[in-house]
């Protein structure tokens, strides 16, 4: 399916429950998984370990997590706002964070939305289905010029 | 020249006489000075009014006597009048100004010109003197003498005073200097200790949260992946191990509130009291809408403080009497003010006076599990307050409610 989500994630835990939980809620499209900064780049520009992708496919929603290693959420997010090819992309971020400054520079750097990821594992599983019906289901992406 | 008759002998001698006569006259009635004339071993030889005015001495009284009776013992004893005389016959006059003595023995000031009288060969007849009586002038003089001895007392004491002043006065600048440069450097390190809390406030809110969502999502997964191979004792320990992840969660939130009014820049304005009790009120009965609570307040409890810390002071106070009354059919809330103090108070569970003091303590809570909470919510609270400058205290009975006070800087 041409509706992929992008899930920009370093911790291995993280990763695994938010898989599980799109599980939960039958979300079955595609996921990729960039465990860093730069390799969501890479994947947005299809670049370095990308490179050479069929760079029509592009993802439904990015889901970005803040405190990453090497390129933080906040740089990516800069980034992909920065280049024509992606800067309409719809990108949610998603973090343990609800610090003030970490929401009003997410708002000021282009985030669509701003989600806090729930320590209790049932909210987690409901909020990631709400987020699925809105972004895969309700949201229509932006058309791409190729 | 011819030799004159004697007629024209006679005429001459009484118009010589009439000049002489008229002269002595003029002499004898000057009344503000004392003309006198002495002969040339210092006897009274003439005496005029003037000198009786003076001296007190009548001429009968006067004339043939010494002129050492107007002098004082000292001057005698120094010879003065002599040296007196000796100037004038050498200069032709001398002048002095001191001391006299009068016929009653009062001394007066005068001021004395004494010529040497010659004849017209040149040969010493006697003295004249004339006198004026400064002892007015002289009594003034004495007068704005002692006055600028004074003058000049009081201004050497002042000046020394001054001097003592001015040490002092650079002794407290120099330790005024000294404290402002600890208070510059306390400052710093003030500063500097708050951006460290701030900074590691910060990374706890996100490090912490991370594994206890591991914890909590993996027994979850656990359970529901696994459920066939666990029993029902295994299903409890796994539903505590999440339970217990959730709570934790909870606790740093609230850690990181009552970490945050500490390090947060206050900001006064004006705050309604009365319009913030309804929001929060009506907040509450949105969560909890089948619940049947009557709130009371008072009118326009208007404060100088920060707006939103005193939001979390009456979502505080009454959340908890939301809490603590939510056994009841009917619930009492009300929000009021008392001479010093603004008070919530709730017909509730109430508390036992006993364990008072350990209400407002992190983590301290008197009721165990009956009623949900961490036990930060009071401890926010009054560091809020303190902050403020105000005061926190509580008053209650077990199962007759409990009322809440908190006051404000200046109140």
Known sequence: MDKVILLVEDNP????????????????????VAHDGVEALDYLFGTGAYAGRDMKIMPKVVLLDLKMPKVDGLEVLQKLRANPHTKNLPVVVFTSSNEEQDKIKSYNFGANSYIR??????????????????WLVLNEPPPFTN | ??????????????????????????????????????????????????????????????????????????????????????????????????????????????????????????????????????????????????ELAISVKDLATASADMVVRNQELATSVKDLA??????????????AANEELKSFSYSVSHDLRTPLRAIDGFSLALLEDYGDKVDATGKMYLDKVRAAAQRMSRLIDDMLVLSRINTREIAIEEVDLSLLAKEVDDEL???????????????????????ELMRAVVINYMSNAWKFTSKLPEAKIE????????????????????YVKKLFHPFQRLHGTEFPGTGIGLATVQRIIVRHGGQVWAEGAVGKGATFYFTLRGK
């Open chain 2, 1 to 146: 020249m011819e030799k004159l008759n004697e007629k024209e002998q006679e005429t001459l001698t009484k118009t010589q006489t009439q000049i002489e006569e008229h002269f002595r006259r003029m002499v004898e009635g000057i009344k503000d000075y004392s003309i006198i004339s002495l002969t040339l071993d210092g006897h009274v030889a003439s005496w005029n009014k003037g000198a009786e005015r003076m001296f007190g001495y009548a001429a009968n009284e006067i004339l043939g006597r010494h002129f050492s009776l107007f002098h004082t013992k000292e001057q005698l004893k120094n010879g003065r009048p002599e040296s007196l005389c000796k100037d004038a016959i050498k200069n032709g006059s001398a002048s002095d100004e001191n001391w006299r003595v009068r016929k009653d023995g009062t001394q007066f000031w005068v001021n004395v010109v004494i010529t040497a009288q010659f004849d017209s060969a040149g040969k010493l007849q006697g003295f004249s003197k004339v006198s004026r009586d400064f002892t007015e002038r002289k009594q003034k003089e004495k007068e704005l003498n002692n």
């Open chain 2, 178 to 191: 000294t404290a402002n440069a600890d208070m510059v450097v306390r400052n710093r390190e003030l500063l």
């Open chain 2, 285 to 307: 009965r949105l969560l909890e809408p089948k619940r049947k609570v009557t709130f009371t307040s008072i009118p326009h409890a208007v404060v100088q403080a920060d707006k």
């Open chain 1, 117 to 134: 990821k729930p320590v209790d594992f049932n909210d987690f599983i409901e909020g990631t289905r709400q987020l699925g019906l809105y």
């Open chain 1, 13 to 32: 835990d993280d990763e695994m429950l938010t898989m599980r939980a799109l599980k939960k809620n039958n979300i079955k499209n595609e996921v990729v």
């Open chain 2, 335 to 354: 929000f009021g003010k008392t001479k010093d103090a603004y008070f919530i108070k709730d017909n509730g569970a109430g508390f036992d006076m006993t």
